[in-house]
Each structure stands twice: as structure tokens, then as C-alpha cells.
């Protein structure tokens, strides 16, 4: 019995004291159009989420859209951050026991995510769940399934947001992996929001369809998988693989 969890990692959101209310920016908010032109032609099952605030208001769009109600679970939410975490992210990636003062290690938030997980699986078997989640704790649980998920992978979806990755099961066994959609944000986006990157992984390119973009700019990005976003409008390219 296969069981499809589809992960999202929320969209850009503010910083703040609080880390467990932080909002979405004004952009991470219009980005939320990506999960809902992802999830709105699959049969979702179930939405949990984080109870973080930026996690749950990524996914909210497309579980009103579906007319789904979202329920959290405390053991996906996002690691705890120390009191200084300054040249802690090498060592803790080396050492998953490893952590700053006062901040959690990578080998806890694995635990409770996966713990949480294979509630989800046993629970939902044979269904298709969305999970509101973050960079760190997705990425814990993509290195408890691949091994080779290292720094270097987390430095590379650590700019996508929103990322929504969707991994099949056959009980608890992982069966498949497939990137669907992700909104790269460039290093300087926290300044400039409108200066963001829509990609879509080259791995899933069988049939694509634009939406809100002129025909003279698909033409020129068609076949980059991607371009530029430039604000308000969208260059986002939906993937459907065939049959």
C-alpha cells in the first residue's frame, strides 16, 4: 500500500524574536500561489503542519482551496536555535549529537520528526498527507533516508521558499522522491523581495504549462526550466509527468 507524503517548506517569512510566530513576508504570501497550482489537482487526504506560524500560513492557501482543515503536530516543528550560533552550522552537520549553547542538535530534531513521520504513515496508509514544514527539520528527515544528504544539500534548499518535495511509501520503506516546485530566493531577497527566481527541477520535465506568463518570455526561459519572477507577476512552470 503506497502512502504519498508531500512536504512543504514554507515560503520567505520575517525575522523575529519569537521564532515560533513569525509571519510570512509580503512576498513569501504571494508565493503561497505555487502550492496552490501544485496540490489543487491532487487528492490530498490530510494537512498537518508545523504549529509554527510561517509553516502553517504557507500551506493555508491551498488547504482553504481544497476546503481542508490543517492540524499540527508539535514534534515537526523547526530546531531550536541556541544563544549563539556563529560557526555552529560545519559542526553540526559533522556531529548530528553536536549543538550550541542552549540549541538543539540535528540528531534530536531527526528523532521526533521521523518519530512523527511514521505516525503519519501509520496512520494515513494509503493516503496522500501535505506536511507544513522547515529547512532544518525537512532536511533531517531526508538524511535519515539518504545518508549522502549532507551540508552541501541543505545549503542548496536552505534558499528555497517555498520547497515542496514529494517522497512515496510502502509502509514505512521510502519507495521515491520527486522534486515539484520550489521558489528560489537569491541572497539579497530579505532586501529586495521582488528580486526572486522561480526553478523547477529539470529531473521532472515531461509536460510543462505556464501560467501568467507572455508567450515572447516563455519562449526565451522554456527551455531553462525556470526564470526570473518580477514582481507581481510569476514565471512558474507546472509539471505533470505522463500517464
Known amino acids: 500500500m503506497v502512502t504519498t507524503i508531500i512536504f512543504v517548506r514554507h515560503a520567505q517569512a520575517n525575522y523575529g524574536v519569537d521564532d515560533r510566530i513569525r509571519p510570512l513576508t509580503e512576498d513569501g504570501l504571494k508565493s503561497r ?6 496540490l489543487k489537482d491532487i487528492h490530498v487526504d490530510q494537512f498537518l503542519s508545523s504549529p509554527y506560524r510561517r509553516s502553517m500560513e504557507t500551506i493555508q492557501t491551498a488547504a482553504d482551496y481544497l476546503g481542508m482543515p490543517i492540524e499540527t503536530d508539535e514534534r515537526f516543528r523547526e530546531r531550536q536555535v541556541g544563544t549563539c550560533d556563529d560557526g555552529w552550522l560545519e559542526k553540526r552537520w559533522a ?64 534558499r528555497w521558499r517555498p520547497y515542496i518535495v514529494e517522497l512515496t511509501f510502502d509502509g514505512d520503506k ?5 522534486d515539484l516546485a520550489h521558489v528560489a530566493v537569491k541572497e539579497d531577497a530579505q532586501k529586495n523581495v521582488g528580486d526572486v527566481i522561480q526553478l523547477i527541477s529539470s529531473e521532472m520535465i515531461e509536460e ?21 519572477i518580477h514582481q507581481p507577476d510569476f514565471i512558474f512552470f507546472r509539471c505533470r509527468k505522463n500517464g
Do not use: M, W
Open 174 to 178: 521510502l519507495i521515491g522522491k520527486k
Open 95 to 158: 556531529d548530528f549529537s553536536c549543538a550550541e549553547e542552549g540549541g538543539e542538535c540535528l540528531a534530536s530534531v531527526q528523532k521526533r520528526n521521523i518519530e512523527a513521520l511514521h505516525d503519519v504513515l501509520n496512520k494515513y496508509a494509503g493516503k496522500t498527507v501535505v506536511i507544513g514544514t522547515h529547512g532544518t527539520a525537512l532536511s533531517t528527515i531526508l538524511n535519515y533516508y539518504d545518508s549522502s544528504f549532507d551540508l552541501e544539500d541543505f545549503l542548496k534548499i536552505v
Open 208 to 228: 510543462c504549462q505556464e501560467s501568467k506568463v507572455p508567450e515572447e518570455i516563455l519562449a526565451e526561459h522554456q527551455d531553462k526550466f525556470g526564470g526570473v
Open 33 to 38: 500561489e505555487v502550492v496552490v497550482e501544485t
